[in-house]
């Protein structure tokens, strides 16, 4: 519902993106098949904003590396694109989030897996990243990353990106 979805406008505020250490976005990105240019390998172009349901064209709907880019953003411990292809290589040529948004952490999926499980493991990773051992310290992004997706059944791995920057960050210290 509208509620619950950002605009590209509302995403791209760069006021309260300069506020948050944090990107974290769960909704829809766009794989190559899409484009129709790119038939070699797997590549990862953009991710969606809230659009009527009834418009079926994604033209100013879509949000690319280079709006990000284009913002100027200080930079982010953690990225986590929580949608269909973001841990593919970008499509583009001159940048992907991962740089566009000057990241430590970056996490995401290298296939389409079912929206309501993404959410679930959204919401368990960063649960995962609050959490402390026997001797009060916590896991690092990508210990942390996972130890969810061991837990998680369905979700292999392979299906999971997460840069080698995570292992050198915890979240909240």
């Not at 509208?2 to 309260?16: A, C, G, H, M, Y």
């Not at 033209?59 to 973001?86: H, M, Q, R, W």
């Not at 000057?102 to 959490?131: D, H």
Request: hydrophobic share 35%; charged share 30%.
């Amino acid at each position: 519902t509208r509620e619950e979805s950002p605009t590209v406008t509302e995403i791209l505020d760069k006021n309260t993106l300069s506020k948050n250490s944090i990107f974290y976005y769960n909704g829809h990105g766009t794989l190559h098949e899409r484009r129709a240019a790119v038939v070699d390998t797997d590549y990862f172009f953009d991710i969606h904003a809230y659009r009527p349901f009834w418009n079926d064209n994604l033209e100013g709907f879509e949000i690319t590396p280079k709006d990000i880019k284009a913002l100027e953003l200080p930079e982010y411990e953690l990225v986590f694109l929580n949608a269909c292809g973001s841990g593919y290589k970008s499509g583009y040529k001159d940048i992907s989030f991962e740089e566009a948004f000057n990241t430590k952490a970056y996490m995401g999926w290298k296939t389409s897996p079912i929206a309501q499980r993404i959410v679930k493991y959204g919401k368990l990773f960063f649960e995962e990243c609050a959490k402390k051992d026997n001797e009060g310290k916590k896991l690092n992004v990508y210990d942390s990353a996972y130890r969810v997706i061991d837990e998680f059944d369905g979700l292999i791995n392979e299906n999971l990106y997460v840069n080698d920057g995570a292992k050198g960050l915890i979240l909240g210290e």
